[in-house]
C-alpha cells in the first residue's frame, strides 16, 4: 500500500496518541499494528521511536481487546467544543 506524506502524518499523528487504538489506524488506513510500527521506526528519529515504543508497550488504551471502556469516547470535561473551525464560547 502506498501512502502520502499527508497520511502518513496522521497515522503518525494517531499513533502518538493515547486513546488512538491500533485498530482504528488499521480500520482508516488498513495497515496492521506491525507495519505502523514499522512506518514509526522509518519515519522518526531513533531518540523519539524509542520513547515511542517505550510509551506504548503494555498501554492497554492503545488495543481495544484491552480497554475499560467498549462505547463512547473519553472527552475531558474542560475541552472545548469545536465548531467551523472555531473554538465556541461557553
Known amino acids: 500500500m502506498q501512502l502520502n506524506g499527508i497520511e ?3 497515522i503518525i499523528e494517531m499513533a502518538w496518541e493515547d486513546r488512538t ?3 482504528a489506524i ?3 488506513f488498513g ?3 506491525q507495519d505502523v510500527i514499522n512506518l514509526m521506526r ?3 528519529k531513533l531518540k523519539s521511536f524509542k ?3 517505550k510509551r506504548v508497550q503494555g498501554r492497554k488504551t492503545k ?4 480497554r475499560s471502556f467498549k462505547k463512547g469516547r473519553f472527552k475531558c470535561t474542560r475541552q472545548k467544543t469545536i465548531t467551523n473551525n472555531s473554538i465556541s464560547k461557553k
Open 26 to 28: 488499521k480500520f482508516q
Open 42 to 44: 522509518k519515519e522518526m
Open 21 to 23: 487504538t491500533f485498530e
Open 31 to 33: 495497515i496492521k499494528e
Open 8 to 10: 502518513v502524518d496522521r
Open 51 to 53: 520513547m515511542w515504543r
Open 63 to 66: 488495543h481495544e481487546k484491552l
